[in-house]
T-cell receptor, first 114, second 112 residues
Framework: DQQVKQNSPSLSVQEGRISILNCDYT??????FLWYKKYPAEGPTFLIS?????DKNEDGRFTVFLNKSAKHLSLHIVPSQPGDSAVYFC?????????????FGKGTKLTVNP | DAMVIQNPRYQVTQFGKPVTLSCSQT?????MYWYQQKSSQAPKLLFH???????NEADTPDNFQSRRPNTSFCFLDIRSPGLGDAAMYLC???????????FGPGTRLTVL
C-alpha cells in the first residue's frame, strides 16, 4: 500500500519552460513533505521542503505547493535547465509525532532538453 | 567536506553467502538510516539508529541486521542473501528527529 504516490514515471520539458512534478499522499498524519533530487550513481540530495502549516515554499527556481485538502503537492521548477535532469523523489513524514521515518514515492525522471 | 560514505559502491555475493555493507559519516549526526531501493521502486526504510537506540521497521526481514559500533559507522549485515535482496542500499544520516536526511551514494548489491 503506497502512502506516497508519484504517478508520472517520467517528464520531459524544454529548457527555459516550467517543470511541474506531482505527488499525492494518503496518510492524513503526514505533516512534513520533502523533495529529493537524485543523479545517476549518487545518493538523493535534499532539495526543498514544506510544513503542513504552509501552502507554498519557494527557494530560487524551486517552489513547492501543498494542497492539504486534496493531499497533493507539486514541485515547480522555473525556468528549467538541462542540469535539472534527474530523478525527483517526493517524501513525507509525521514530524509532529517525533518520527524520523520518511516515506518515499517511486520518483519521477525529469529530462530537460536543450 | 563533511559527507556520508558508503563502501563498497558495488558488491557481488552468492546466494546464501553473508555480506556486510558499510556506512560512515563525518557529519557527527545522531541518527543513521538504512534504506533498500529496488529497481524503479521507492526507497524503503529498513531500520535506523538514534544514537545507540536501534529501531527496526515492522516489515524488515530477520535476514537483515545492523550494527553501530560508534557515532561515525553503521553496518548492514545480510545473513543469507536471496535473489530478492538484490537492490541499491542507501545509508542516510540526520542531526535529529525531523531533521533533513543526508544520503550516501549507495551500494548496489548483486546476488548470484
Amino acid at each position: 500500500d503506497q502512502q506516497v504516490k508519484q504517478n508520472s514515471p517520467s517528464l520531459s520539458v524544454q529548457e527555459g519552460r516550467i517543470s511541474i512534478l506531482n505527488c499525492d499522499y494518503t496518510n492524513s498524519m503526514f505533516d512534513y513533505f520533502l523533495w529529493y533530487k537524485k543523479y545517476p550513481a549518487e545518493g538523493p540530495t535534499f532539495l526543498i521542503s514544506i510544513s503542513s502549516i504552509k501552502d507554498k515554499n519557494e527557494d530560487g527556481r524551486f517552489t513547492v505547493f501543498l494542497n492539504k485538502s486534496a493531499k497533493h503537492l507539486s514541485l515547480h521548477i522555473v525556468p528549467s535547465q538541462p542540469g535539472d535532469s534527474a530523478v525527483y523523489f517526493c517524501a513525507a513524514s509525521e514530524s509532529q509525532g517525533g518520527s524520523e521515518k520518511l516515506v518515499f514515492g517511486k520518483g519521477t525522471k525529469l529530462t530537460v532538453n536543450p | 567536506d563533511a559527507m556520508v560514505i558508503q563502501n563498497p559502491r558495488y558488491q557481488v555475493t552468492q546466494f546464501g553467502k553473508p555480506v556486510t555493507l558499510s556506512c560512515s559519516q563525518t557529519l557527527n549526526h545522531n541518527v543513521m538510516y538504512w534504506y533498500q531501493q529496488k529497481s524503479s521502486q521507492a526507497p524503503k526504510l529498513l531500520f535506523h539508529y538514534y544514537d545507540k537506540d536501534f529501531n527496526n521497521e515492522a516489515d524488515t526481514p530477520d535476514n537483515f541486521q545492523s550494527r553501530r559500533p560508534n557515532t561515525s559507522f553503521c553496518f548492514l549485515d545480510i545473513r543469507s542473501p536471496g535473489l530478492g535482496d538484490a537492490a541499491m542500499y542507501l545509508c542516510a544520516t540526520s542531526g535529529g528527529r525531523s531533521d533533513t536526511q543526508y544520503f550516501g551514494p549507495g551500494t548496489r548489491l548483486t546476488v548470484l
